[in-house]
């Protein structure tokens, strides 16, 4: 009986410490992550998956809610984290080249840079920033311009996602009515 009362008691102890704790509110902007092979976490549990990905894209998803996002709520021209909140951050686990240039595994963190017509694109070596706002450019070691489209319908949460092809993927980076697609080659 003296178990159980003490059994109670405790169990009463940790329900209130943990009723009295104040948690943040949802984040607007969502974290993701991105795999490359895709899926790779359901193809490793099948046991499907190879030893280890190719890499891997942590970022923040904000969403349109009625505004102009690219001249506006993302300047053109001016540097940007990709995203929301941290910037976004890029694990290799192995070496690649992204647009041509070569890229030796580790991890890194990645901007963008928007215009009407083009994004540059920029790996750097820096981590563990938030924003874009400690950004330096001395430590990029990849900047590539590639050519925006057209989406037919506008995307309402910044999304980015692997298309795998022949020679690796492309990661397709979308949101309002522009996608980017950056060439990874294996």
């Known amino acids: 009986m003296k178990k159980i009362l003490a059994f109670t008691l405790g169990l009463m102890l940790v329900i209130s410490a943990g009723a009295q704790e104040n948690w943040p509110p949802l984040d607007n902007s969502p974290m993701d992550m991105i ?11 099948r046991k499907s998956a190879p030893q280890t990905p190719v890499m891997k894209i942590i970022y923040s998803r904000p969403q349109k809610k009625s505004r102009k996002v690219f001249g506006e709520l993302v300047e053109y ?8 909140n941290e910037a976004t951050e890029l694990d290799l686990f192995k070496d690649v080249k992204i647009a041509n240039t070569k890229i030796k595994k580790g991890r890194y ?8 017509e083009k994004w540059t694109v920029i790996i750097n070596k820096d981590n563990d920033v938030w924003g874009s706002f400690a950004y330096d450019a001395k430590k990029d070691i990849l900047r590539t311009d590639i050519k925006t489209e057209k989406n037919a319908e506008p995307v ?4 980015m ?9 492309s990661l397709l980076i979308t949101w309002e009515d522009v996608k980017v697609s950056l060439p990874v080659t294996l």
């Open 35 to 45: 795999y490359l092979p895709v899926d790779y976490p359901i193809l490793k549990i």
């Open 77 to 84: 021209g001016a540097v940007w984290r990709l995203g929301a």
């Open 109 to 116: 963190t990645m901007y963008a840079i928007p215009y009407k």
């Open 156 to 159: 309402e949460s910044f999304t």
């Open 161 to 169: 996602m692997f298309k795998e092809t022949d020679t690796g993927a």
